[in-house]
Each structure stands twice: as C-alpha cells, then as structure tokens.
C-alpha cells in the first residue's frame, strides 16, 4: 500500500505556473522596497538620520525593516504620494500657462483695457487718449502705457 506522491513539479503546467508566481511576487517585492526608498527621501518630516536610520533597516534587514516601515509608516505614504503628484501638477500647469502666454510676463489685453478703462474713469486720460491706448491694444502693436502728453501735463 505505497501511494504515489505527486508535487507540482510533476506536472510541466504547474511548474510553469509556481515559477510565474514566484517570478511575479519577486517583481512586486522589489517594487515595494524601491517605493519605500523613494518615500524615505520624498518625506520632509523626517530628519536626515531618520532618513539614514529606515535607509539602513531596509537594506541591511529587507524583509523585516520593509514590513516595519509599512506598518509604522504606511498609512501616510499615500498622503505623501497625492500631495507629491498634486505639485508636480501644479507645476506643471503653471508652466503650460506660462508658455501659452509666450513667456513673457505682459498683461493680457484684457487686463489691459481693463487698467485703461480705471485710468480713464480716474480722470487721468482723457477720451482720446483713451481711444488710442485701446486702438494701440487691440493691434496689439504696442503697451496700454498713457500717451506723454498725460503724464506731463500734470494731471
């Protein structure tokens, strides 16, 4: 009454599938322990021996100082990783806005005629003025600056 024992390895299929699992956890392994490196660095709160500190249990002891920094840590690595994502974001958008706006810091025209409009309503500029100030915007051939006449004048 021997019975004959079979492992997975005797079956060509079920070696395949044990090797990619072992395969893929071994991805994922290293894919945790380098996102906990770069949250190691990416955290301001801690200090640079701290920083050194978790460095050095990670790499000296993987497994365990992973699994430690995972539950010590863990719940604000998402925190740090949306407020991280949300500057680069941010960065990101002030420089499309910047670059649409060809890059130099001129007022639109709309901010343009808007300070006009206050020069005039001020009583700075008179109408004329004023109707050439706007033509020279809308040409976009020149500043909103006042004509010469308006600032030595006095007024």
Same mark, same amino acid.
């Given at each position: 009454m021997s019975a004959q024992t079979y492992? !997975?390895?005797?079956?060509?299929?079920? *070696? !395949?599938? #044990? !090797?990619?699992? #072992?395969?893929?956890? #071994?991805?994922?392994?290293?894919?945790?322990l380098f996102r906990i490196v770069f949250d190691i660095f990416r955290d301001d709160s801690l200090s640079g021996a701290a920083k050194t500190g978790w460095l050095v249990f990670c790499i000296v002891l993987p497994f365990l100082g992973v699994f430690v920094y995972v539950i010590a840590r863990g719940k604000n690595m998402g925190r740090r990783e949306i407020s991280h994502a949300r500057e680069q974001q941010e960065a990101m958008d002030s420089y499309i806005r910047q670059t649409a706006r060809g890059g130099d810091d001129r007022p639109s025209s709309v901010d343009e005629l808007a300070r006009l409009s206050e020069? %005039?309503? %001020?009583?700075?500029?008179?109408?004329?003025?004023?109707?050439?100030?706007?033509?020279?915007?809308? *040409?976009?051939?020149g500043s909103s600056a006042p004509p010469p006449s308006a600032t030595s004048s006095g007024r």
């Open positions: 492992l !997975a390895y005797d079956f060509p299929l079920l *070696s !395949a599938f #044990w !090797a990619m699992l #072992w395969f893929f956890l #071994w991805i994922m392994w290293f894919v945790l020069i %005039r309503a %001020r009583g700075d500029i008179t109408n004329e003025e004023f109707r050439k100030a706007k033509h020279l915007v809308l *040409s976009g051939s």
